[in-house]
């Protein structure tokens, strides 16, 4: 596998576990906990994944796949209410999904074309990079105010309290060693 494909397949792997965890998350929230804020300088759950659909939508659908998007940012944001769980759970693996399905189909020529998305002007490799990087950070805000509300061990990494866990590390160490990716999300 090229390095390309690696790089393209994880971050369709990393978005698509991500969310799942977001998913994971508003099934255990009300709606009332889904849409707290303490604070007008906060964001309650729900703007974080309507912040998160728009982010996707414009950095790797449109900004990467070239599909046209007019985001409406300050919306996601302003949102007090009026969308449910199971409808956010909806829009985000619609989004997902989508953003998936262009990055695992995307012409490996591509990853170097510059784009400009709201204002920056870089590589594909960089948008995609930055929106994994980003969607990566406000999911471990939803774990975080997930945590709070419910007290609950999500189980995210019960794999690591496994005695067995740790053995399977020299593994990754020799795939390095004889030139192979170190990761692979091919099944």
């Not at 930055?130 to 999911?139: K, L």
């Not at 189980?155 to 170190?182: C, D, M, T, W």
């Amino acid at each position: 596998m090229s390095i390309e494909s690696e790089f393209l397949d994880f971050s369709a792997e990393k978005i698509l576990q991500l969310a799942s965890r977001i998913e994971d998350c508003l099934s255990k929230l009300t709606a009332e906990q889904i849409w707290l804020r303490h604070s007008d300088n906060e964001n309650a759950v729900g703007n974080l994944v309507l912040h998160l659909c728009g982010n996707v939508r414009q950095w790797i659908i449109s900004g990467a796949g070239g599909t046209p998007y007019i985001r409406k940012r300050d919306g996601e944001f302003a949102a007090r209410g009026g969308v449910s769980g199971a409808e956010l759970q909806e829009r985000l693996r619609e989004t997902v999904n989508e953003a998936a399905q262009v990055l695992r189909s995307l012409p490996h020529s591509r990853l170097a074309a510059t784009v400009s998305i709201q204002g920056f002007n870089g590589s594909i490799l960089g948008a995609i990079y930055h929106c994994v990087e980003h969607f990566s950070m406000h999911t471990g805000q939803i774990i975080f105010a997930t945590k709070l509300f419910t007290g609950a061990d999500l189980g995210y990494y019960a794999h690591l309290r496994n005695p067995s866990h740790g053995k399977r590390r020299p593994e990754l160490f020799e795939r390095i060693a004889v030139g192979q990716p170190a990761l692979s999300t091919r099944r």
